[in-house]
């Protein structure tokens, strides 16, 4: 197991200047705006929450996701919120694991990129997050595409650490982040 000495990595930390925490309070804003915009009106009435409906919320596990005679496979899906029926029945409850994964995104994309300044990057998190795929998938409860933008990050930033440090642990989070993409939705490998 060799590793780089965490000295040897060049540091690249920025000052914290009041524009940047103007920045960052900036993001916590529109982060707090843009988790209750996901809550408002949300009651379980869309028609694709009838897994939920028919489903969790009557006390079934979402089945896993296998068909081979339609070469389906992404046998993760969903299966979140198997494990939170057994917690809460509540909307909010349910948006949960859609806020921690788009909080955790957040912070990753954060401390991602340490070459660019902190609004740059604030700036970039907020054009991301208002873009239409990332905004549908992390409002509805209903889109796998949100487990595999959050794994892909995921493996980028793993990938990174693994070029700075070479620690093995880095490598194996990497690998495992790609696993549970491949396993979230299948369509993933074209990505890998």
């Not at 009838?50 to 919320?57: I, R, Y």
């Not at 979402?62 to 057994?86: K, N, T």
């Not at 070029?163 to 495992?176: C, F």
């Amino acid at each position: 197991k060799k590793s780089v000495p965490l000295d040897s990595i060049r540091s690249r930390r920025h000052n914290w200047s009041p524009t940047a925490i103007i920045a960052v309070a900036f993001l916590s804003l529109f982060l707090a705006c843009y988790i209750a915009g996901s809550l408002v009106w949300e009651d379980f009435t869309d028609y694709d929450n009838s897994h939920f409906t028919n489903g969790t919320l009557a006390g079934q596990d979402i089945h896993i996701q296998i068909a081979p005679e339609a070469g389906r496979f992404f046998p993760l899906a969903l299966q979140e919120f198997s494990l939170v029926r057994h917690v809460t029945s509540s909307v909010t409850g349910y948006h949960a694991v859609p806020i921690v994964l788009l909080l955790l995104l957040t912070g990753i994309l954060l401390v991602f990129d340490e070459e660019l300044s902190i609004k740059a990057r604030v700036a970039l998190i907020t054009l991301a997050l208002i873009t239409p795929s990332i905004l549908i998938s992390f409002n509805g409860l209903m889109y796998l595409e949100r487990n595999v933008i959050f794994c892909l990050v995921c493996l980028a930033w793993f990938a990174n650490r693994f070029e700075q440090t070479r620690s093995t642990a880095w490598a194996v989070a990497a690998v495992i982040s790609s696993q549970f993409m491949l396993y979230y939705k299948e369509t993933a490998f074209l990505l890998l």
